[in-house]
């Protein structure tokens, strides 16, 4: 027996196309610059939180601070403006905050140039960042104690039969933190250095076949560190950083032997 109930066809869908030829790239392109410009999000954040946290912790201290600066200058600080005070105020305690926080900028820095890392070569930076620190450190206290004083006494006594020194809390405290904070970084740079090495991202024999660049970037980086435009000043600036990157090719060496041993000893586990 024949059933007279008849079927309705399906309802005509269009079949899926392949992509055209570029549009899967340009999706895939779009994703990736994406998720990078997120990353720089996530990384930006996390340091400016903790420069917010090491400024915070600045503004305590930055009285203290103040008169320990204040030394070289001698008398209280040339306010011409009702809100100098201030603003020389929060200049320590940015600065303050910076140190505080170099640590975490510098890992956030190289986790976003650096990425793709392994456990092991995060576990590199993150040994590193004690270092990293106390370079710092050592780098601000160098400029504190060896450039600065000479830099004030030439400056001070520059052409003293025509000019008169007396400068501004502003000017004064601008050349000096400007001075001890740029410092402080570059002293980080041979440590870095050492890590990239055992990475296998940096070569001693690419640095000294870079000496013609180092020099240029050093007097560049001595002229925006020191805001004068005197020579002396300049090559008191100049001769650290110089030798900071030969003391990077030692380091890189070292860096590069380590980095051997790890490699053999990973495939001999193999």
């Known amino acids: 027996m024949t059933s007279n109930v008849k079927t309705q066809p399906p309802p005509y869908q269009e079949p899926d196309l392949p992509p055209e030829e570029g549009e899967e790239d340009d999706n895939q392109l779009r994703m990736s610059l994406l998720d990078h410009l997120g990353e720089l999000r996530t990384r930006i954040t996390r340091a400016g939180i903790a420069l917010i946290l090491g400024t915070v912790i600045g503004i305590l201290v930055a009285g203290e601070v103040l008169l320990y600066l204040q030394e070289p200058y001698g008398d209280k600080f040339i306010m011409l403006g009702p809100t100098d005070s201030v603003v020389a105020y929060f200049r320590v305690s940015l600065m303050v905050g910076g140190i505080l926080a170099i640590p975490m900028i510098t890992y956030q820095f190289l986790m976003f140039v650096l990425p793709g890392l392994t456990r092991r070569e995060k576990r590199y930076f993150l040994s590193a960042l004690p270092a990293i620190t106390g370079l710092f450190v050592i780098g601000a206290l160098f400029a504190w104690f060896v450039l600065v004083p000479p830099a004030i006494n030439f400056l001070e006594g520059f052409q003293e039969g025509l000019f008169e020194a007396q400068w501004t809390a ?5 050349f000096v933190t400007t001075l001890i904070f740029w410092m402080g970084v570059a002293f980080e740079t041979p440590l870095v250095f050492f890590v990239l090495s055992i990475l296998g991202m940096a070569t001693a024999r690419a640095l000294l076949r870079s000496w013609r660049v180092a020099i240029v970037g050093a007097a560049v980086a001595a002229a925006l560190i020191t805001p004068t435009i005197d020579p002396v000043n300049m090559v008191l600036v100049m001769g650290p950083l110089l ?13 590069r032997r380590f980095s051997r041993l790890d490699t053999k000893a990973d495939y001999e586990l193999e």
Do not use: M, P, Q, T
Request: proline share 0%; aromatic share 12%.
């Open 170 to 174: 502003e000017r004064y405290l601008a």
């Open 243 to 255: 030798a900071l990157y030969l003391l990077s090719i030692v380091l890189v060496l070292i860096g």
